[in-house]
């Protein structure tokens, strides 16, 4: 079953990542999530997931959300 992925980009926090590198991009098994460069914000490729929530428990500021 297929569900959106939402990023609240007011929440997210590059900077509280490891070296600026997104947590939530690491974590994402599906690719939907991208970062140019550490410290830039995340770009989703896809709203599209299979609901693996491994981005979602990545995230240590809770900026994405699964509907």
């Known amino acids: 079953?297929?569900?959106?992925l939402m990023l609240d980009y007011n929440k997210c926090k590059?900077?509280?990542?490891?070296n600026?590198?997104?947590c939530a991009v690491q974590a994402c098994p599906l690719d939907i999530?991208?970062?140019e460069?550490?410290?830039d914000k995340p770009m989703m490729y896809s709203p599209v997931c299979k609901g693996?929530?491994?981005?979602?428990?990545a995230c240590p500021n809770s900026a994405l959300e699964l509907n």
């Open 1 to 4: 079953m297929s569900r959106m």
């Open 14 to 18: 590059p900077e509280d990542c490891h």
């Open 20 to 22: 600026g590198i997104c």
């Open 33 to 35: 999530l991208g970062q």
């Open 37 to 39: 460069e550490p410290y």
């Open 52 to 57: 693996c929530m491994e981005c979602f428990r």
